[in-house]
Structures are given as C-alpha cells and as structure tokens.
C-alpha cells in the first residue's frame, strides 16, 4: 500500500468542492442520508463504522479505521472478522 497516497477516488471526483467541505460538514451529510434512508439515529454512527471499514479492507480508502471503530463495526455486523 502507497502510504503516501492521501486520496481516494471519492475526494478526486468531488475535486475543489472536497477541498473547501469541512470534515464536520461530511459527517452531517453523511449521517443526514442514512437518517433520509429510513435508519434509526442509534444506528447511524455504527453503519459509518462498518462503511469506513468496508472501504478500508477493500483498498478504496488508506485512512485505517481506528481500534473503537472497528469493534462499532463488529457489534453491527456479526460476520466481520
């Protein structure tokens, strides 16, 4: 793995709009579009979880999930490693 490549292809194609977008903007959407998907807010932050370490195990983000992550993950998927 190139650890010096901090770009994934979502930030490539959202190009200067993922430049001037505040992480905590990110996370609003991105929890605004579980919530608009008919998931329950206690458990928007475990499905983020188990996405960051869906994307992580398959090459598409170099950002490791943290330790805590990963166990959120786990208890929201009980067939993950």
Not at 30 to 38: D, N
Not at 40 to 55: G, K, M, P, T, V
Request: glycine share 4%; aromatic share 10%; proline share 4%.
């Amino acid at each position: 793995m190139n650890l010096k490549n901090l770009h994934n292809v979502y930030q490539d194609n959202l190009g200067r709009v993922f430049d001037d977008t505040p992480k905590a903007v990110f996370a609003a959407i991105a929890a605004s579009a579980y919530e608009q998907g008919g998931t329950a807010w206690d458990d928007i932050a475990s499905r983020i979880a188990h996405e960051w370490c869906c994307l992580y195990d398959s090459g598409v983000l170099h950002n490791r999930p943290t330790k805590h992550v990963r166990e959120v993950a786990r208890k929201s998927d009980p067939f993950r490693e």
